[in-house]
């Protein structure tokens, strides 16, 4: 998780990410109770000369919430406002985080469409970023916001959707904290449902020559692939009539905990302070992993428990160079001497209208590499990103990466749109920081 160690009258001395690579030293903390309370700490902020920044739990790999200013802290702002079950919609303010805002739906019969694959974020935190899972048809969290509310740096509340505001809330569900402060999401939902989720190892010739297939033919497929190995592990989920019928206790302790947190973390520690060990232990855990079968309520099948900490880039391909590109990352990984001791993540989206979502007017091929935390990161994932960019590939917002402006501005056509309407609405800086400089400009 983010954290932040407050001193006196809520002056801060340190925030750091969950993931410890990125820090800052903001002037002051506050956790407004109230959406006044926050519109009034923005108007201050902005008269002292201060920048604001709001920062979630911490999830991203990027500084886009690290001040020098005022940090914002929007978990009091929680919980579902409004269910309106005939428009299929719920309002929730923006700190509820996702955890507790998909427990709560389901007490209630409802369900977000899709979801990406951990639920620790606050909801604003991963719309503003770009959060997605993997979906054929169904698109990133961004994707299914019908509305939000959006304190602006002079302290107003703006209400925005596709009829009041629309070039705002075009561009605002994915803003990176840049164009102001959300405080209210209102975000499209269906009566629950049930997922059956079928894991299967696979080799990665056989996944790569039928990606496509894959995709076609499963409402959401991914898989990973272990590097220094040619295997692989698919996962496809696709509705059922149910009933649930989770994976049993010992088999989820194994596959959940023991393998993929509890063994993993040994294992990595192992390969941090070894790393010739690496390759080895590839070849054991990528054998490890057995096909299973469940089926339950979406979150419980989109989402898993990560606790074993690590960096991670991800990139955003047009889905039909994800191939190339993955052949590409094991060719030079087989021929370097890196040691990667974590899977590599491929999922995929369907085009949408957001204006610098990564998958804005293109269908879309996520491809994810990480390190374990504490381990130098910084040849691979040069080495990565080379290739992803070299295939027209968009860095997620909320993660390592090294592009700028000039760059982001060839890879996004409605770009302008959206740096237009930030020097409106915020033509002082109020929200900017470093990163933004770096990914929007001046």
Known sequence: MGTATAGKDGAAT??????????????????????????????????EGLRVKAVGTGHSFTAAAATDGVLVRPQALAGITAVDRAAGTVTVAAGTVLKDLNRALAAQGLSLTNMGDIMEQTVSGAT????????????????????????????????????????????????IGALGIVTSLTLAVEPLFFLTAREEPMGFDRVTAEFDQHVAENEHFEFYWFPHTGNCNTKRNNRSQGPAAPPGPVSAWVEDELLSNGLFQAVNSLGRAVPATIPAIARVASRALSARTYTDIPYKVFTSPRRVRFVEMEYALPRENAVAALRELRALVDRSDLRISFPVEVRTAPADDITLSTASGRDTAYVAVHMYRGTPYRAYFTAAERIFTAHGGRPHWGKVHTRDAEYLARAYPRFGE??????RLDPDRVFGNDYLRRVLGA
Do not use: M, Y
């Open 128 to 175: 503003s970023t770009g959060t997605h899972g993997t979906g054929r048809d169904s698109a990133s969290i961004a994707a299914q916001i019908r509305a939000l509310e959006l304190v602006t740096a002079d302290g107003r509340l703006l209400t925005c959707s596709d009829k009041e505001n629309p070039e705002v809330f075009a561009a605002a569900r994915v803003g």
């Open 418 to 423: 959206f740096t237009a309407l930030r020097d």
């Open 14 to 47: 340190a925030w750091r990410n969950w993931a410890g690579n990125v820090t800052a030293a903001p002037v002051r903390v506050v956790a407004p109770a109230s959406v006044e309370e926050l519109r009034e700490a923005v108007r201050r902020a902005a008269s």
